[in-house]
């Protein structure tokens, strides 16, 4: 298979059309068969649930080109799953587990010219999604829905890959008690725009939102969950009803326990516990484990020991165990590596 021409080493996180999508349509209360496409045009209602109440959901996952040459995905399982949460608490119709992992399968088939070759730093991410299509004024779920997936070679989240970031805590709100911080909803992310246009323009690389209620404890970020290490080599996660479940997160803190023997605390984080940790990175699957060396609270720095040239020696370890195991150097846990092909 001849691969296309990209600078694989210099490639950002970004779009680049590649052949083939996935599309099903439900209709009359079912999901069609599906097939791929050609054509990366979707055309709708003006009044579609999408456009008038942002009635849309997507999950992210990532394929990689494994050191023996294979093309795996990591933990899709978990993808189709969180997707179905979401589609609950949106009230759209679940697409089923199976039908989920093999459209990904045929995707990134469909699209292995575009698959990044081992070694180069990139990565096929691969984004599943579904949204009401039919049209709707009244307030009130679609009748009819699209579910899709495309795919695009990405390099690193944050420019600079795995140089450590400065993020801000931020004085907007990203998810409510009760609300929609848990699932993957484009909603979630559209209002966090405004903040994340806002802390570029202070020069700050991230938000770190708190949670709404208290303001106290710490949340996510705008796209990852945080990791922190403690001065006595602890992981340290928070745990919200408001944030999104990572399968970056839940994934490294099984990595630390079981590949690294650390002690892990998945609990409430206090915002004032921050001057305390040793370590901090951001975990999901864009991000993979990128590293904060400062955190700045209205003017007041808070550099972790770490510093702003190298990830820390924790995080640098949990970060490579994770990633030796995507790109098959590492034996997995089973079930975790999805091989394509
Ligand atoms: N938190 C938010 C808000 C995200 O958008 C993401 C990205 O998917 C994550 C966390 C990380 O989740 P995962 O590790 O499943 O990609
Ligand atoms: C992902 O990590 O897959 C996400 O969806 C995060 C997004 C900010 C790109």
């Excluded at 791929?36 to 997507?58: H, N, P, R, W």
């Excluded at 093309?71 to 979401?86: C, H, K, M, Q, Y």
């Excluded at 002690?263 to 990128?290: H, P």
């Excluded at 949990?318 to 150097?329: D, R, S």
């Amino acid at each position: 298979m001849e691969k296309k021409n990209f600078d694989w080493e210099n490639l950002g996180f970004g779009y680049h059309e590649t052949e083939k999508r996935y599309v099903s349509n439900y209709k009359n209360g079912a999901w069609d068969e599906g097939a791929l496409i050609s054509d990366s045009k979707i055309v709708m209602s003006e009044c579609a649930g999408v456009l008038q109440y942002a009635q849309t959901i997507f999950e992210g996952l990532k394929a990689y080109t494994t050191e023996d040459g294979r093309i795996v995905t990591f933990r899709p399982d978990l993808n189709a799953e969180r997707l179905i949460g979401s589609c609950e608490r949106l009230e759209m119709p679940p697409f089923p587990k199976e039908r989920f992992l093999d459209a990904v399968t045929k995707v990134v088939v469909a699209n292995e010219a575009y698959v990044p070759p081992y070694g180069s730093g990139a990565t096929l991410y691969v984004r599943p999604y579904m949204f009401g299509i039919s049209p709707v004024i009244g307030v009130k779920p679609a009748e009819e829905y699209q579910f899709r997936i495309f795919c695009t070679p990405v390099g690193p989240y944050f420019k600079g890959g795995v140089h450590p970031i400065t993020i801000k805590v931020s004085d907007f709100d990203r998810a409510a008690p009760h609300g929609t911080g848990h699932i993957k909803a484009g909603l979630n992310y559209a209002m966090s725009l405004h903040a994340i246009v806002t802390a570029h323009k202070e020069g700050f690389d991230e938000n770190m939102y708190l949670d709404s209620a208290t303001r106290t404890k710490i949340e996510e970020t705008g796209g990852a969950n945080f990791i922190f290490i403690t001065k006595d080599n602890k992981v340290v996660t928070p745990k919200s009803s408001t944030i999104l479940p990572s399968i970056t997160r839940r994934s490294l803190v099984q990595v630390a326990k079981d590949y690294l023997g650390l002690e892990v605390e998945e609990r409430e984080v206090y915002k004032e516990e921050l001057k305390d940790f040793a370590e901090c990175g951001l975990c999901g699957t864009a991000a993979v484990l990128s590293p904060v060396g400062k955190v700045v609270d209205h003017g007041e720095e808070i550099c972790f020991p770490s510093g702003m040239d190298e990830m820390g020696p924790i995080t640098k370890k949990l970060y490579e165990t994770l990633t030796g195991i995507q790109m098959g150097h590492i034996e997995a846990p089973k079930g975790w590596i999805h091989v394509i092909r």
